[in-house]
C-alpha cells in the first residue's frame, strides 16, 4: 500500500500541489482567528452552502460568494428585499437554494441583533467560548437557522473557536500555536 488514506485535512493537503484550492485555505485560512463581523458571517455562509456538497466546490466559488452576498456585509444582506432573493437564487456563480439564501439572509439579521447586545458577532462567540462541540451546537440552533452540527462544527473550527482544524506535526499548526 504506497499511498494510505489521509487521516486528517493536513494529511490530505500535504499530499497536494501548494496552489490547489485546498493548500490554499489550509495554509491561509482554516482555524485562523478571524476579528471581522462580516468576515466571520461569510464563513458562515460558506460553511452553510458546503451542506451536502464538497468543500472544494465552496472553495472554488468563494469569491463569487463574496461578491454575490454584497461582500459579506452583515448591514447589507439583513436588509435584502425579494429582488436580492431573486437575484442571488439565479446566480450560477453560488449554490442556487432557497432554505441557504433564506438562512443567510435570517442569519445576518440574528447576528445585527447579537451585534447590538454583546458589541460585536465576535464578542459574542468570545462570550460564550469556551463551550463543547454540543454546547455550540445546541447554541447555534437555537439563535440561527441552518446550523446543524457538523455546520456549527467546521464553523467553529475554521474560526479557532474548537480544536482539530490542524493536527500536531502541522506547520500551520505551529504557527497558530505561536
Not at 454584497?70 to 456563480?93: P, Q
Amino acid at each position: 500500500m504506497d499511498n494510505p488514506k489521509p487521516t486528517s485535512y493536513c494529511d490530505y493537503v500535504s499530499r497536494l500541489p501548494k496552489d490547489n484550492v485546498h493548500s490554499i485555505y489550509h495554509d491561509t485560512q482554516y482555524g485562523f482567528p478571524i476579528d471581522s463581523d462580516d468576515e466571520l458571517f461569510g464563513r458562515l455562509i460558506l460553511e452553510i452552502n458546503q451542506a451536502g456538497l464538497s468543500w472544494e466546490t465552496i472553495l472554488k466559488k468563494q469569491e463569487n460568494f463574496r461578491k454575490a452576498y454584497s461582500n459579506f456585509s452583515i448591514h447589507t444582506i439583513a436588509n435584502y428585499a425579494e429582488k436580492d432573493r431573486e437575484r442571488l437564487l439565479s446566480d450560477a456563480g453560488i449554490i442556487r437554494n432557497k432554505l441557504k439564501v433564506n438562512a443567510a439572509i435570517h442569519n445576518a439579521k440574528q447576528i445585527q441583533i447579537l451585534q447590538k447586545e454583546h458589541g460585536s458577532f465576535k464578542k459574542w462567540l468570545d462570550y460564550h467560548h469556551p463551550k463543547t462541540k454540543d454546547e455550540w451546537v445546541k447554541l447555534f440552533k437555537k439563535t440561527f437557522k441552518f446550523t446543524g452540527g457538523e455546520i456549527t462544527n467546521e464553523f467553529l473550527m475554521s474560526t479557532g473557536y474548537l480544536p482539530g482544524a490542524h493536527v500536531e506535526g502541522c506547520e500551520i499548526y505551529e504557527k497558530l500555536k505561536s
